[in-house]
């Protein structure tokens, strides 16, 4: 995995990737997989209270800023730096309890 953005991940709606560059923070676009109600699930505000702003704060709180990739869990409010490298958001979220090891992988 290069790009995070040229990826498909399947995660809870609460659950958000951002990519921190040299250019500025960056929300990995989602897109509902199953949804009953028609809500834009990338409206922080509307569904968990916070703004776009609010959690780029506490992103540069987790790291101080530094660039690289973060999950952002915004129904606990806890934020994580996963490193420099995009395959290190598939560790990070399998530590959070998000996933689980692809048994075909290693085999």
């Not at 929300?27 to 916070?50: H, Q, R, W």
């Not at 609010?54 to 987790?62: D, G, H, K, M, S």
């Not at 129904?75 to 990070?92: D, F, I, N, T, W």
Request: charged share 25%; glycine share 8%; with cysteine.
């Amino acid at each position: 995995m290069k790009d995070i953005n040229d990826t498909t991940v399947v995660l809870p709606d609460y659950i958000r990737i951002i990519e921190h560059k040299p250019s500025g923070w960056l929300f990995k676009a989602m897109k509902p997989f199953s949804t009953y109600k028609n809500v834009d699930i990338n409206n922080f505000e509307l569904l968990y209270g916070i703004n776009k702003q609010q959690i780029l704060i506490e992103l540069f709180r987790t790291s101080g800023g530094k660039l690289g990739y973060y999950i952002a869990d915004l129904r606990r409010k806890k934020y994580y730096y996963c490193g420099a490298e995009a395959e290190m958001v598939k560790q990070k979220l399998l530590e959070i309890g998000i996933g689980r090891v692809d048994p075909m992988e290693n085999a």
